[in-house]
C-alpha cells in the first residue's frame, strides 16, 4: 500500500483549518507542504508561519518539499516550524552532501527533490545517505499539472538504484497523480503518493484518500 501524503498546495487557504482537520480525519499518512520562493520556481506560495501553524493542528507527518535557493539558510527554522521530513532540490544546493547533513542534524529526514529533467544516476553517490527521492512528475511550482510519463522510466531506474545500494530511500513521486494513474506509478516502484489536485477538487476527499490507498 502506498503512503498518501495530499498537498497542502491545493487547500483552501481561507478555511486551511477545516482541510487540515479533513487531512487527520482521513487515511492520509502524511501532509505534504510545498514551499516556493519565486527564484527556484515561477511561483510563491507560502513559508515557515504557515507550516508552524500547521503543526499545532496536523497529527500526520509533515513532509515538507522546499522549492527554494540557498535552502541550507532556513534548515534550522523547518526544523523548529515542525517540519518531519525535509527535501532540498539536487539543483538548488551546491553541497547537497553537507545539507543533508544539516538536516539529519536537525532531528528531521532528510529528502533530495529532482526535477523532471533530471537524471537519476545522479543520486548515486548520496543515495545511501538519504530517506527520501521527491521526484517530480511535472515541473516544480504549480498544482494541478499533467503527469509527465518519462517518469515511470525514472522510477524503475530509481528503484534499482536503491536496491543495488541498499538504500532506504523511500521514492515519492509529485505532481499529476491521479486515481487512473496512481496504480502504474506505485507498480513501478513508487512508496509514497503527493496528490493536491486530486484530493481536494474530489467531492469527498477523505473517501479519494482511501481510494488512493487501496490502489
Ligand atoms: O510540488 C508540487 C508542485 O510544484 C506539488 O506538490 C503539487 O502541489 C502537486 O499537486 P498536484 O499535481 O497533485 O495537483
Redesign the pocket.
Known sequence: MPLIAP????ANFLRLEEDVDMINRSEADWL?L?V?DGRF?P?ISFGLPVIAAVNRKATKTLDV?L?IVEPEKYISDFAKAGAHYLSVHIEACNHLHRTVQMIHGEGMKAGVAINPHTPVHLLKDIIADIDLVCM??????????K?IPHTLKKIAELRALINETGSKALIEI????TLENAGTIVAAGADVL???????SASDPVAMISQLKAI
Open positions: 498537498s497542502l498546495l491545493s505534504h510545498d516556493m520556481v511561483n518539499h522549492m517530480m512528475s511535472v515541473n516544480p511550482g504549480f498544482g494541478g499539472q503527469f509529485d505532481g499529476g497523480v503527493v496528490a493536491g489536485n486530486t484530493v481536494f
